[in-house]
């Protein structure tokens, strides 16, 4: 008796499951690899800027002006040796490349500008003094045109003109002047001079800082320790 067996293999139905499951997993962990990466590059970042805000606030406070600067004046040597082989003038072809429009702020910079050096010469001092005084002078137009009308040709004098002494100020004008004065007055009367050394003081000071101590100490505590500093004077102190 011939008999036949089949033996069946099961069909594993759970594989396309196993697949879908691995693909996900590999998708999350792609794109936890890609927000690592992000996180990273972003420290690198703020690391660099932290770095760079650090270096900054370690310069001095005017280090843009002077790189600006700097970097005008390697500007203008690089100009300066280009005008030089090509033979030209450097002055004047900055010229050419200045407009009207700059030359002219430049210029009004320029007018406003009042420079002082100090003192350096009373000739210097007293023309400083007679520019200061002529630009505060606010002109009468009306009063110009009067005088104008009642001199005529003699308004503008010449070796043949008589009318030295005529003209009489207004009490305006006088009072402009004293005002003037005054003002010139207290102004000088502010200024601070280096004081005579006067021969007949006492020297109660080893130099000259001491001295300059001991005036202050006078200035606030001398009522306070005059009667003490007499009787150590008279030698009668207890």
């Given at each position: 008796m011939a008999s036949g067996t089949e033996v069946s293999t099961p069909v594993i139905d759970g594989e396309p499951v196993e697949t879908a499951a691995s693909q996900?997993?590999?998708?999350?962990?792609?794109?936890?690899?890609?927000?690592?990466?992000?996180?990273?590059e972003a420290r690198k970042l703020n690391h660099q800027e932290v770095v760079e805000e650090d270096k900054r606030l370690k310069l001095p406070s005017n280090w843009e002006s002077?790189?600006?600067?700097?970097?005008?004046?390697l500007m203008v040597d690089q100009k300066k040796k280009d005008c030089a082989?090509?033979?030209?003038?450097?002055?004047?072809?900055?010229?050419?490349?200045?407009?009207?429009?700059d030359a002219e702020r430049w210029e009004r910079k320029k007018k406003k500008k009042n420079p002082d050096p100090g003192f350096s010469g009373y000739a210097e001092a007293?023309?400083?003094?007679?520019?200061?005084?002529?630009?505060?002078?606010?002109?009468?137009?009306?009063?110009?045109?009067?005088q104008r009308e009642e001199y005529g040709d003699d308004f503008h004098p010449t070796s043949n003109s008589?009318?030295?002494?005529?003209?009489?100020?207004?009490?305006?004008?006088?009072?402009?002047m004293q005002e003037d004065v005054e003002k010139q007055i207290e102004k000088r009367a502010k200024y601070s001079r280096r004081r005579a050394y006067n021969d007949d003081a006492?020297?109660?000071?080893?130099?000259?800082?001491?001295?300059?101590?001991?005036?202050?100490?006078?200035?606030?505590?001398g009522k306070y320790t005059a009667e003490i500093k007499q009787n150590l004077e008279r030698g009668t102190a207890v």
């Open positions: 996900k997993r590999e998708e999350r962990l792609r794109k936890f690899r890609e927000l690592h990466f992000k996180r990273n002077k790189k600006a600067r700097l970097e005008y004046e082989e090509r033979g030209e003038d450097y002055n004047r072809v900055k010229l050419l490349e200045i407009s009207a429009e007293q023309l400083r003094q007679y520019q200061r005084l002529t630009k505060a002078i606010k002109p009468d137009m009306e009063s110009y045109e009067r008589l009318i030295h002494g005529t003209h009489v100020p207004s009490k305006e004008a006088i009072n402009r006492d020297i109660d000071y080893i130099n000259e800082r001491n001295a300059k101590f001991n005036k202050k100490a006078e200035r606030f505590y």
